[in-house]
């Protein structure tokens, strides 16, 4: 039933834009095409993110991710999720990953590359973090339910500034 009224949904809004699209300049349309590829470009992130997370789940189930990484997230353990942000490389270096709480969300190694001329470039403190947490929320939504963010003064973006500072060099090949 739900799928049924979903697709309805769907049917219903495509009719819609269909029936605008005539009257739409190019530029128009230009930017409805940009849009949609970058909110496809998002769902897939999204995707990626949930598997990555469900791979990790079941490595952690296995004791493997606690011990490869040197971390101590056994089973029995009383101790809290890791709350330290940290960035890791793919094998590949195709990719980057943002580990908090246990949990990633992967990047391109295009977008880290922008993340980290946003966090280098000119500005106050105050303003790099209001490009860094604008981009999220423009580009990345899905940060958010990793790493959650109040907004341009929260202390989590605060340090993911200082390890994506750390993490990178201005200029180093990535």
Same mark, same amino acid.
């Not at 270096?93 to 190694?109: A, H, K, P, T, W």
């Not at 999220?136 to 341009?152: G, H, Q, T, W």
């Given at each position: ?7 309805? +949904? ?8 269909? &029936?605008?699209?005539? +009257?739409? *300049? ?7 095409? #940009?849009? =949609? ?9 999204? #995707? ?9 789940? =079941?490595a952690q189930r296995r004791g ?5 990484? &040197? ?19 793919? #094998? ?16 391109? %190694? ?5 993340l980290v001329k946003m966090?280098? =470039?000119? &500005?106050?403190?105050? #303003?790099?973090?209001? %490009? ?21 003064? *929260? ?6 500034? +200082?390890?994506? +500072? ?5 200029? =180093?090949? %990535?």
């Open positions: 039933m739900a799928k049924k009224k979903a697709d309805s +949904k769907q049917e219903s809004l495509a009719k819609e834009l269909r &029936g605008l699209i005539p +009257k739409l *300049d190019s530029e128009g349309l230009a930017f409805l095409v #940009e849009q =949609a590829r970058i909110h496809i470009y998002n769902m897939q992130v999204v #995707e990626l993110n949930k598997t990555a997370q469900a791979v990790n789940a =079941a493997a991710i606690g011990k490869k990484a &040197g971390q101590s997230g056994a089973r029995g353990s009383s101790k809290p999720a890791d709350t330290t942000l940290r960035i890791g490389g793919s #094998e590949s270096g195709s990719s980057y990953y943002l580990y908090y709480r246990n949990s990633n969300v992967m990047f391109s %190694r295009g977008e880290m590359t922008h966090v280098n =470039a000119a &500005g106050t403190d105050l #303003e790099i973090r209001e %490009r860094l947490y604008n981009w999220f929320e423009r580009e990345r939504r899905d940060i958010f339910a990793l790493v959650p963010m109040a907004n341009k003064s *929260d202390e989590r973006l605060k340090a993911l500034v +200082k390890v994506i +500072k750390k993490s990178f060099k201005p200029g =180093a090949k %990535r």
